[in-house]
C-alpha cells in the first residue's frame, strides 16, 4: 500500500503524474503509452497460439 504522502512517478518520463492522467503525468505519456502497446513493443508472457485455429472437438467444454 502507497503512503499518502508519497509522489508516484510516471512510467514513461519518470515525473509526478496528475490526478486526471493517472498513473501518468500527461495526455502525450499516456499516448506514448498506448502508441508503445499498438506497436507491440509490450508483450505479455504466455504461450503462443496460432488464432482461430483450434477445432471445436480440441476445445475443452
Given at each position: ?37 499498438f ?23
Open positions: 500500500m502507497k503512503a499518502a504522502n508519497q509522489i508516484l512517478k510516471c512510467p514513461i518520463c519518470n515525473e509526478g503524474t496528475k490526478e486526471k492522467y493517472r498513473p501518468f503525468c500527461s495526455k502525450r505519456c499516456s499516448e506514448i503509452d498506448l502508441g508503445r502497446w506497436n507491440e513493443s509490450y508483450v505479455i508472457p504466455g504461450e503462443q497460439t496460432s488464432l482461430g485455429q483450434e477445432n471445436d472437438d480440441e476445445m475443452d467444454y
